[in-house]
């Protein structure tokens, strides 16, 4: 992991094995399959579920700064807490929740390589008890803007400046065949396509087989061959936001590009606005 441009962003699952119960350290389990928390997982772990704690109700958008504040607080996490993330689906909403921590400035913030994945291939323990800490005052900070792209942003930089736009769908979504991945609902925008200037890189094309990330070097021959050089500003988006923040922390954290945005509101809302471009190949 030396290789990568910020390898403290990661850990192994043998490090979350012999740190999950240090005091210093909270460890949350976010899954696609909201069911699976419950089903076991790594002893100390808090179970998180994407869809009411880590979004607004009824509205969409992020936690606000005081919501993520309360959130963090009943856990016991406090600013200098090391706070690791892993779940199923490859660390999709793990590294959903990653960006929403970082957005809010969180400075150590962790990805298990590999995620629940792994651990279960690994034959480590799964326990059912939700653990419990006393509550502590987190004070968030933020938000930082610079990592989100909001959709007057984005619009704006389909006209052409320099910004690559990277969408990290399938390639049938892409194309416009699909409006989700194959396993789920085809719902959630009124046309297919993509935006129009966007290099479809797909999310899993970072991932061995193990579960775990693609070397630097694989990495880079990856995104740079699609023109993904570093200091030029990437926009990455996928249907919801989730897998593009995985895209998000490769770029950011495992290649060191600093001019990175994931476009939460992603195909969801661009597939659905009145007036904005649309391509399909």
């Known amino acids: 992991m030396t290789q990568y441009a910020h390898p403290e962003t990661l850990v192994e699952t043998s490090w979350l094995s012999e740190h999950a119960k240090d005091p210093n350290v909270r460890v949350f389990e976010v899954d696609v399959d ?3 928390y419950d089903q076991g997982h790594a002893a100390g772990a808090i179970g998180v579920n994407w869809k009411s704690d880590l979004q ?6 992020l936690l606000d700064k005081k919501q993520l504040e309360e959130f963090l607080s009943k856990n016991g996490a406090t600013k200098d ?3 690791v993330v892993y779940g199923d689906n490859n660390n999709w909403f793990a590294a959903w929740f990653f ?4 957005y809010y400035g969180h400075r150590d913030a962790r990805l298990v390589n590999g995620g629940r994945a792994k651990w279960l291939a690994e034959g480590r323990p ?4 939700r653990p419990s800490f006393q509550r502590s005052e987190y004070r968030a900070q933020g938000p930082d803007a610079s990592v989100r792209a909001l ?5 704006e930089k389909v006209t052409g400046n320099g910004t690559k736009i990277i969408d990290v769908r399938s390639p049938k979504e892409f194309a416009g065949e699909l409006l989700a991945p194959e396993n789920l609902p085809q719902e959630g925008a009124q046309r297919g396509g993509h ?5 479809n890189v797909p999310w899993a094309t970072a991932v061995a087989e193990d579960g775990r990330f693609k070397t630097a070097d694989e990495l880079r021959a990856i995104y740079e061959g699609k023109g993904l050089a570093r200091g030029t500003e990437t926009i990455a988006y996928c249907r919801i936001g989730e897998r593009s923040a995985h895209t998000w922390f490769v770029l950011r954290y495992l290649l060191g590009h600093d001019r990175v945005r994931n476009y939460d509101g992603s195909w969801t809302e ?3 606005l009145i007036g904005v471009p649309i391509e399909k190949s």
């Open 34 to 36: 909201t069911s699976s």
């Open 56 to 61: 607004q109700q009824p509205v969409r958008d």
């Open 81 to 83: 807490t090391t706070i």
């Open 99 to 102: 960006w929403l921590l970082k």
């Open 126 to 129: 799964l326990v059912t008890e």
């Open 151 to 155: 959709r007057d942003y984005v619009l």
């Open 195 to 199: 935006i129009p200037g966007a290099q």
């Open 270 to 272: 661009w597939g659905s």
